[in-house]
């Protein structure tokens, strides 16, 4: 129908696959998101430190170079998992502020103006719903974290040769592992508390608390009750104990690693949980 | 002849209370009307149809599509307009309906498209580029309504749509609501507390009462029967004018004080009562067809 006619025709076209609607929410998000040119600057920002990864490894390897800033080779750290696990410390924490600043975006202006049956009504069902909120901040996050990591990992091996790159390819798979499970962890801890605070500040607020007070109150409970498991609400430090096992560094941390693993499947189960609870089509008052 | 909505023996219950109680009815009319006062479970058996809340029992269905196993076909088909505040504060209506388009299954230039002809179409042309935070109530309405038309649904179901709306706005959301009935492809479902809007476009109302059906009417059959019941108000009182109605082969009820009742028999016409009339010198006040308004069939339906 034209627009000028103003009158009323079915649409009678062929219909999408059911499978690829999902994206279509994560379509809406990106162009949603980066309208903001603060949180595009941010975004830039967040890339910064791979560069200066990315510079290291190039000065490392380049003897000519060295040889006229007057640096010894030997005085510069190997590029190994101790460096690869900085990367990761660094890169995390900018994931962390990232999901502070998108993850409350991405449920709660649906949920603040009742728009969630609009969406169910539709052959769109919550999983989906989901799956295409959670896409967006899994992409954005990863474009931060282990992309870059694995595209350092790769220049590397390709200054470093063959040898190098054979005997160390567990690195990438501690890149991609480690830094995905916490990609993972922070966009299900985004999107669960996205789902339960309407309003957007509150809900950063909550993003950031979680992880501070968390902290905070970790070393608390451990300096008053003389133990570490205080350490156990402590996702960051949870996190970090697993990055040491698959980086092959000793961060001398008391607390094991299958607990550590533990402690971050049962936060992802809780959000899950909280997601299920929170993403329905209505409400029931008791 | 299949129809729209089968519900068959349907419950609904959240947690341990019943809402909708054994609902068996089949609605067959282009637009229906769903009448209850609050609480009856309107809201309920429309969230029920679209899959929202699980039957306890019984079975439902749209245009013969189960609501327990064809819940994807049921959607692909329904056209939802909610009762209450549905929308994205930050988004513009284009985008807004466009989105819904493609969550709807049309590829994102139809949709594109789709949007701006029924936001046009619902008269928000001019205003399809603002953020929807900024509408009026009237206006949200309208989107509301442009969100559940843009893919071509088989089923519109309009809970409360002409809810917070001015007279003139009222007019024209019934205005629509006619040319899309009137479209020919779509059967419309409308929940009203508003009897006059049922009235005005439905063609079968269901009653609910306390989660039970208590009135089911095919209003156009009702309109047709109705036609056949006249009442009569002359200025004098003759006697004899009972007779010669009733010579015409209708049946006849004095009331006194010159108020007559009858039943016209078939093919009857209108004029042979103003010509008797006329013979017997004899002033008529009124002629009316007698028929029970949808408000007297909602008050009966809840007194029963």
């Known amino acids: ?286 | 002849m299949q129809p729209v909505i089968e519900l068959n023996e349907l419950s609904v219950r959240f947690g341990a209370r019943t809402i909708l109680h054994d609902l068996t009815v089949g609605l067959y009319g282009r637009v229906i009307g769903l009448l209850g006062p609050n609480g009856a479970g309107k809201s309920t058996l429309i969230q029920t149809l679209l899959g929202f809340c699980p039957p306890a029992n019984g079975a439902a269905k749209v245009f013969g599509h189960d609501i327990r196993s064809e819940l994807a076909s049921i959607r692909a088909t329904v056209g939802y307009m909610p009762e209450n505040d549905a929308f994205i504060a930050n988004m513009s209506a284009v985008s807004f309906v466009r989105m819904m388009g493609e969550l709807s299954g049309l590829p994102g230039d139809a949709a594109l498209e789709r949007a701006h002809e029924v936001l046009f179409f619902v008269g928000l042309g001019e205003a399809r580029y603002r953020q929807l935070g900024t509408y009026s109530v009237g206006m949200k309405q309208m989107v509301k309504l442009a969100q559940a038309i843009v893919h071509g649904p088989r089923l519109l179901i309009l809970d409360e749509p002409t809810n917070g709306l001015d007279p003139a706005a009222r007019q024209r959301m019934l205005r629509l609501i006619h040319e899309m009935r009137d479209s020919g492809g779509m059967h419309l479902l409308l929940c009203s507390h508003l009897l006059r809007d049922v009235e005005e476009t439905c063609e079968e109302v269901l009653i609910l009462k306390a989660g039970r059906i208590v009135h089911y009417a095919d209003l156009e059959s009702e309109r047709r029967a109705n036609k056949r019941f006249v009442e009569i108000q002359t200025s004098g009182n003759d006697p004899g004018f009972e007779k010669a109605l009733a010579g015409l082969g209708c049946e006849c009820a004095a009331l006194g004080a010159g108020r007559f009742r009858m039943v016209l028999p078939k093919d009857f016409e209108l004029r042979e009562i103003y010509r008797v009339a006329a013979e017997r010198d004899l002033p008529l006040r009124r002629v009316n067809y007698r028929r029970d308004t949808l408000e007297d069939i909602f008050l009966k339906a809840m007194g029963s």
């Open chain 1, 1 to 286: 129908m034209a627009v000028y006619k103003h009158t009323y025709k079915a649409w009678t076209g062929r219909p999408t696959p059911a499978w690829s609607r999902f994206l279509i929410l994560a379509r809406y998000g990106y162009a949603r998101l980066f309208h903001s040119r603060f949180l595009l600057l941010f975004f830039a920002l967040c890339l910064f430190y791979p560069f200066v990864c990315l510079a290291y490894i190039y000065l490392s390897h380049n003897t000519t170079l060295l040889a006229t800033l007057l640096i010894p080779a030997s005085l510069l750290p190997a590029v190994d998992g101790r460096f690869f696990y900085s990367y990761s410390i660094v890169q995390g924490a900018f994931a962390y502020l990232l999901t502070a600043l998108v993850g409350p975006a991405l449920v709660s202006p649906d949920l603040a103006n009742g728009a969630l049956p609009l969406f169910f009504s539709r052959p769109f069902s919550r999983a989906e719903y989901a799956a295409g909120k959670l896409s967006l901040l899994l992409a954005l996050l990863s474009l931060i974290t282990w992309v870059p990591g694995l595209l350092l990992f790769a220049i590397q091996s390709s200054v470093a040769g063959w040898d190098w790159a054979k005997s160390n390819l567990w690195l990438a798979g501690a890149i991609f592992f480690g830094l995905g499970v916490w990609v993972v962890v922070l966009a299900l801890i985004g999107l669960a508390l996205s789902a339960w605070v309407k309003w957007r500040v509150a809900a950063s607020a909550l993003v950031l608390g979680v992880f501070f007070a968390g902290a905070g109150f970790g070393a608390a409970i451990n300096s008053v009750m003389r133990t570490n498991y205080g350490t156990l609400i402590d996702l960051e430090q949870m996190v970090r104990i697993i990055w040491s096992e698959l980086f092959r560094y000793d961060s001398g941390a008391e607390i094991s690693v299958s607990t550590a693993w533990i402690v971050l499947g049962l936060t992802c189960g809780v959000c899950v949980w909280l997601l299920a609870r929170r993403i329905r089509p209505f409400e029931i008052v008791k």
